[in-house]
């Protein structure tokens, strides 16, 4: 693979790294400071309320020339952000660590969404057309390892206490911008109005049905993945009363399962909605076995199937949508999918959080295996989407 691909992958998957953790650790601090599982699915929701300006924001990574500079002023906010948050935990005053966390990853969110924009169209850039297969599942398969130790070292980093948590996640952001720094390359963009920008990437996305289609599937996918998220943390923590480190283990594993997942998609051919059907109803039944399990260490085989499943369909779907979208859409496209898909999933959490609250550890987690179930079925009839080959 190109020197320039093989740097976006490190910078994605140092970033992955640092956000998984930061999304555990924040969940953990606000259920301490509040226990409310309700308000920690609002804080890890902030990350992702950003992202209904993606379109936006895809729109002037396409135009803008100076995709490198403006990666870097993102990354560096973001490490600013957590000086914010480090400096509210000093005062030792809940309201305060509350208010800096919901802001801070608000604004977070915000500037990863720069970042991933710029790597969306770099991908396109940087890969012949023959490399888009591996290239995907390289990249997948990367950031969901690092996405893995995220989750897996968070346990032990909530353990350090809020301050020293807060120090290292600064540090790990702060590698994230070395691997930026290497980059080299043509500079390209576009001269046209940000206002034809964002309409010709919403013509492209409403207007041609795989896209449509896959934004519709991943809109209703997300939502109930992210839902799972949070009651898998309140699983733990409420349902079983454990330490953190059980919240690291099972995501960790789901995780790995989905690295591993992306790896054997490369090595899978054939037709996206077969694939995705089957991968989708894979995840459903896992989710659903998870109800039945009276120990947290029963959960964490099904959470590895299940994630499996997640890293075949990624890689499926990531490299279809590699080979119809032109190099410069490449970031408008990623932020309409954003836009109309993950921004919808934003309150997910929190519905998430509501579920796990009033259903209970058994029924919410059957909810969630059904409706995962109920939505390979609806794969059927999306006719653009079951076409694809991949």
Avoid at 37 to 61: C, E, K, Q
Avoid at 250 to 263: D, H, Q, R
Avoid at 346 to 369: D, E, N, P, T
Wanted: hydrophobic share 55%.
């Amino acid at each position: 693979m190109p020197r320039n691909f093989q740097l976006t992958v490190a910078n994605a998957a140092i970033s992955r790294f640092g956000l998984s953790a930061y999304n555990l650790v924040i969940i953990w601090v606000i259920l301490q400071v509040t226990g409310k599982p309700a308000l920690a699915g609002l804080a890890d929701s902030m990350m992702t309320f950003p992202l209904m300006l993606s379109i936006v924001v895809g729109s002037f990574v396409d135009r803008m020339w100076l995709k490198k500079e403006l990666a870097i002023s993102a990354a560096v906010i973001r490490v600013v952000l957590l000086l914010f948050i480090l400096f509210a935990i000093h005062t030792g005053k809940d309201l305060y660590i509350a208010v800096s966390i919901f802001a801070a990853t608000f604004i977070l969110g915000f500037t990863s969404d720069v970042i991933d924009s710029v790597r969306s169209s770099w991908m396109k850039a940087f890969l012949r057309e023959d490399q888009y297969k591996a290239g995907s599942s390289e990249m997948s398969s990367a950031t969901m390892i690092a996405q893995g130790v995220g989750f897996i070292l968070s346990g032990i980093i909530i353990a350090l206490g809020d301050i020293r948590s807060f120090l290292v996640l600064t540090l790990i952001f702060l590698i994230s911008i070395l691997p930026i720094l290497a980059i080299r390359h043509a500079r390209y963009g576009g001269t046209d109005t940000i206002q034809n920008y964002i309409k010709e990437g919403i013509k492209l996305a409403i207007g041609d049905g795989r896209i449509r289609e896959v934004i519709i599937i991943g809109l209703i996918g997300n939502f109930i993945v992210g839902m799972a998220a949070i009651m898998f943390i309140s699983l733990v923590q409420v349902g079983f009363r454990l330490p953190a480190i059980y919240v690291s283990m099972i995501f960790g594993v789901l995780v790995f399962g989905i690295a591993i997942g992306s790896v054997a998609g490369s090595k899978i051919t054939g037709n996206v909605g077969r694939i995705s059907i089957a991968m989708y109803a894979i995840v459903g039944i896992s989710f659903f076995s998870i109800s039945l399990v009276k120990n947290a260490l029963l959960a964490v085989p099904p959470s590895f199937i299940a994630g499996m499943a997640m890293g075949i369909e990624n890689v499926a779907v990531n490299t279809s949508l590699m080979r119809i979208i032109p190099i410069d859409m490449m970031a408008r496209i990623q932020g309409a999918f954003n836009t109309f898909g993950i921004a919808a999933t934003a309150v997910s959490s929190i519905v998430g959080g509501f579920l796990y609250q009033s259903a209970g550890r058994i029924y919410s987690f059957m909810i969630v295996g059904v409706s995962m179930i109920l939505v390979s079925a609806l794969i059927k009839f999306l006719r653009n989407f079951s076409s694809m080959i991949y």
